[in-house]
Protein backbone atom coordinates (compact mmCIF):
# COMPACT_ATOMS: atom_id res chain seq x y z
CA UNK A 1 0.00 0.00 0.00
CA UNK A 2 3.08 2.24 0.24
CA UNK A 3 2.24 3.18 3.87
CA UNK A 4 5.30 3.65 6.36
CA UNK A 5 5.48 1.01 8.71
CA UNK A 6 9.06 1.30 10.43
CA UNK A 7 11.60 4.02 10.48
CA UNK A 8 15.13 1.87 11.23
CA UNK A 9 18.36 3.75 12.10
CA UNK A 10 21.88 3.38 12.75
CA UNK A 11 24.30 5.42 14.02
CA UNK A 12 27.29 5.21 11.69
CA UNK A 13 30.72 6.11 11.13
CA UNK A 14 31.02 7.09 7.37
CA UNK A 15 33.28 4.98 5.26
CA UNK A 16 35.88 6.94 3.50
CA UNK A 17 36.10 5.96 0.03
CA UNK A 18 40.18 5.01 -0.54
CA UNK A 19 42.09 4.77 -3.97
CA UNK A 20 41.98 1.23 -3.37
CA UNK A 21 38.61 0.87 -3.45
CA UNK A 22 38.35 2.48 -6.80
CA UNK A 23 41.28 0.04 -7.90
CA UNK A 24 39.32 -2.69 -6.97
CA UNK A 25 36.17 -1.76 -9.00
CA UNK A 26 38.39 -0.94 -12.05
CA UNK A 27 40.28 -4.58 -11.40
CA UNK A 28 36.58 -6.48 -11.02
CA UNK A 29 34.82 -4.48 -14.11
CA UNK A 30 37.56 -5.07 -16.32
CA UNK A 31 37.94 -8.96 -15.46
CA UNK A 32 36.04 -11.02 -18.58
CA UNK A 33 36.03 -10.77 -22.01
CA UNK A 34 35.10 -7.05 -22.09
CA UNK A 35 35.36 -5.67 -25.34
CA UNK A 36 37.74 -3.04 -25.46
CA UNK A 37 35.61 -0.23 -26.61
CA UNK A 38 33.53 -1.02 -23.13
CA UNK A 39 36.87 -0.87 -20.81
CA UNK A 40 38.23 2.25 -22.38
CA UNK A 41 34.79 3.76 -21.81
CA UNK A 42 34.40 2.75 -18.17
CA UNK A 43 37.90 3.82 -17.60
CA UNK A 44 37.02 7.38 -19.54
CA UNK A 45 33.79 7.46 -17.14
CA UNK A 46 35.65 6.69 -14.17
CA UNK A 47 38.40 8.98 -14.48
CA UNK A 48 36.06 11.94 -15.16
CA UNK A 49 33.95 11.04 -11.95
CA UNK A 50 34.46 13.19 -8.46
CA UNK A 51 34.77 10.30 -5.96
CA UNK A 52 32.85 10.74 -3.58
CA UNK A 53 34.33 11.32 0.11
CA UNK A 54 32.31 8.36 1.92
CA UNK A 55 30.73 5.05 0.90
CA UNK A 56 26.56 4.94 0.97
CA UNK A 57 25.97 3.79 4.32
CA UNK A 58 24.59 0.95 2.83
CA UNK A 59 24.62 -1.37 -0.63
CA UNK A 60 21.90 -3.68 -0.19
CA UNK A 61 18.83 -4.68 1.82
CA UNK A 62 17.48 -8.32 2.36
CA UNK A 63 13.89 -9.35 4.14
CA UNK A 64 14.21 -13.45 5.13
CA UNK A 65 11.62 -15.95 6.02
CA UNK A 66 10.92 -14.87 9.41
CA UNK A 67 10.65 -11.42 8.47
CA UNK A 68 13.79 -9.99 9.38
CA UNK A 69 15.30 -7.49 7.68
CA UNK A 70 19.34 -7.26 6.59
CA UNK A 71 21.03 -4.53 5.63
CA UNK A 72 24.61 -4.43 4.29
CA UNK A 73 26.71 -1.67 5.40
CA UNK A 74 29.58 -0.12 3.92
CA UNK A 75 32.84 -1.34 3.98
CA UNK A 76 35.70 -1.12 1.83
CA UNK A 77 35.77 -3.57 -0.82
CA UNK A 78 38.39 -5.75 0.59
CA UNK A 79 36.86 -6.32 3.64
CA UNK A 80 33.94 -8.81 4.63
CA UNK A 81 30.54 -7.73 4.17
CA UNK A 82 28.91 -6.27 7.51
CA UNK A 83 25.55 -7.30 7.51
CA UNK A 84 23.40 -5.66 10.41
CA UNK A 85 19.85 -8.12 11.12
CA UNK A 86 16.74 -5.82 12.30
CA UNK A 87 13.34 -8.29 13.75
CA UNK A 88 9.88 -7.03 12.92
CA UNK A 89 9.75 -4.44 15.63
CA UNK A 90 13.36 -2.50 14.31
CA UNK A 91 15.44 -4.00 16.87
CA UNK A 92 18.76 -5.17 16.20
CA UNK A 93 19.24 -8.56 16.26
CA UNK A 94 22.62 -9.91 14.93
CA UNK A 95 25.82 -8.32 13.14
CA UNK A 96 26.82 -11.12 10.72
CA UNK A 97 29.94 -10.49 8.39
CA UNK A 98 30.01 -12.73 5.12
CA UNK A 99 32.42 -12.40 1.79
CA UNK A 100 32.32 -9.42 0.06
CA UNK A 101 31.39 -11.18 -3.15
CA UNK A 102 28.67 -13.36 -1.68
CA UNK A 103 24.73 -12.32 -2.55
CA UNK A 104 22.08 -13.65 -0.39
CA UNK A 105 19.40 -15.69 -1.68
CA UNK A 106 17.77 -17.34 1.17
CA UNK A 107 17.92 -17.20 4.74
CA UNK A 108 16.29 -18.50 8.00
CA UNK A 109 16.82 -18.23 11.55
CA UNK A 110 20.03 -20.83 11.09
CA UNK A 111 21.27 -20.56 7.58
CA UNK A 112 22.05 -17.77 4.96
CA UNK A 113 22.37 -19.59 1.32
CA UNK A 114 23.74 -17.50 -1.33
CA UNK A 115 26.35 -16.83 -4.61
CA UNK A 116 29.54 -16.78 -4.22
CA UNK A 117 31.86 -15.41 -7.00
CA UNK A 118 35.58 -16.40 -6.53
CA UNK A 119 38.50 -14.49 -8.06
CA UNK A 120 37.80 -15.78 -11.73
CA UNK A 121 34.59 -14.39 -11.88
CA UNK A 122 32.74 -18.01 -11.06
CA UNK A 123 29.98 -18.44 -9.51
CA UNK A 124 28.92 -21.36 -7.09
CA UNK A 125 25.78 -21.78 -4.50
CA UNK A 126 27.48 -21.43 -0.63
CA UNK A 127 25.55 -22.27 2.60
CA UNK A 128 26.52 -20.63 5.60
CA UNK A 129 25.10 -22.02 9.23
CA UNK A 130 24.56 -19.57 11.80
CA UNK A 131 23.92 -19.85 15.10
CA UNK A 132 20.51 -18.78 16.03
CA UNK A 133 18.97 -15.24 15.26
CA UNK A 134 16.38 -15.58 18.22
CA UNK A 135 19.26 -16.15 20.88
CA UNK A 136 18.37 -20.09 21.63
CA UNK A 137 22.24 -20.51 20.90
Do not use: K
Amino acid sequence: SGVVRRIVRRQAAPVAVTSADLNSLLMERMSGSIPAEAREQFQRQLAETERPEAMPPYSAIFLDRAGRLWVREATHRAELARWAVYDAEGALVAEIRLPARFRITDAGADFVLGILRDDDDLERVQLYRLRSLDGDA
